[in-house]
């Protein structure tokens, strides 16, 4: 497989089968990943691998705790406006069609979005972490490493889904991984095989045409 290949396979799923990929896997696509750009070789990013027992604790604090927690950070800017709302409610619209779920029905997608907190089934959790002190350069590095941890899983023919619902649990998460306190969380990710019979791992979200957001300019041709 080569790169275009792994980006145009990747997608989020959000149904998994119960097997647990081996660790000495897992431990291979995060130490390769660590070969992605940071800014100044900072490599800003602290990765967390949760399998068996312990990210079943993590499901069961997280399923006594169904409203969350306050957030550190912003997922989405407040007031989303346009393209942006657009793309994010279209994409949700998608999601639940894929399901069968109308947008009347809300207990249904509420429980629909609890399944973020089952990592959708997922039979590893990764979460990926960074010194507080480091700013929005060094989250952008981070982002970078997990883009990469990604298309390494697809390589080896795994999937993965990455979930900044997380966010909404920094002092569980931190206490089920003995966080330090000078560090935070900044997004988990589901790894595993996907269900090929679920629907909803048919969803391939939408993507705007080049002309909507790059230009080319100073080409002869």
Same mark, same amino acid.
């Given at each position: 497989?080569?790169?275009?290949?792994?980006?145009?396979?990747?997608?989020?799923?959000?149904?998994?089968?119960?097997?647990?990929?081996?660790?000495?896997?897992?431990?291979?696509?995060?130490?390769?990943?660590?070969?992605?750009? $940071?800014?100044?070789?900072?490599?800003?990013? =602290? &990765?967390?691998? @949760? *399998?068996?027992? /312990?990210?079943? !604790?993590?499901? #069961?604090?997280?399923?006594?705790?169904?409203?969350?927690?306050?957030?550190?950070?912003?997922?989405?800017?407040?007031?989303?406006?346009?393209?942006?709302?657009?793309?994010?409610?279209?994409?949700?619209?998608?999601?639940?069609?894929?399901?069968?779920?109308?947008?009347?029905?809300?207990?249904?997608?509420?429980?629909?979005?609890?399944?973020?907190?089952?990592?959708?089934?997922?039979?590893?959790?990764?979460?990926?972490?960074?010194?507080?002190?480091?700013?929005?350069?060094?989250? $952008?590095?981070?982002?970078?490493?997990?883009? =990469? &941890?990604?298309? @390494? *899983?697809?390589? /080896?023919?795994? !999937?993965?889904? #990455?979930?900044?619902?997380?966010?909404?649990?920094?002092?569980?998460?931190?206490?089920?991984?003995?966080?330090?306190?000078?560090?935070?969380?900044?997004?988990?990710?589901?790894?595993?095989?996907?269900?090929?019979?679920?629907?909803?791992?048919?969803?391939?979200?939408?993507?705007?045409?080049?002309?909507?957001?790059?230009?080319?300019?100073?080409?002869?041709?």
């Amino acid at each position: 497989m080569d790169v275009s290949q792994a980006v145009a396979q990747r997608i989020s799923i959000r149904a998994f089968k119960p097997d647990t990929p081996p660790a000495a896997t897992v431990r291979e696509i995060l130490e390769k990943a660590a070969r992605a750009p $940071s800014g100044g070789n900072l490599q800003p990013w =602290t &990765v967390y691998a @949760l *399998a068996g027992s /312990a990210l079943a !604790d993590l499901k #069961a604090k997280v399923a006594a705790n169904p409203f969350g927690e306050e957030p550190e950070y912003d997922v989405y800017p407040p007031n989303l406006w346009d393209p942006f709302r657009t793309r994010r409610f279209q994409n949700g619209e998608d999601l639940y069609a894929s399901i069968g779920i109308p947008r009347e029905d809300k207990a249904a997608r509420l429980r629909q979005l609890a399944k973020n907190g089952e990592l959708f089934g997922a039979p590893v959790g990764l979460f990926f972490c960074l010194d507080r002190k480091l700013g929005p350069p060094q989250w $952008s590095d981070l982002g970078m490493y997990m883009q =990469t &941890v990604m298309l @390494l *899983a697809t390589e /080896a023919g795994l !999937d993965t889904c #990455a979930q900044e619902y997380w966010a909404r649990y920094p002092k569980t998460v931190a206490e089920v991984l003995g966080l330090p306190d000078d560090h935070m969380l900044f997004s988990g990710m589901a790894l595993g095989w996907r269900d090929p019979d679920a629907p909803i791992n048919t969803l391939r979200s939408a993507r705007d045409p080049f002309e909507v957001w790059g230009e080319l300019r100073g080409f002869d041709q």
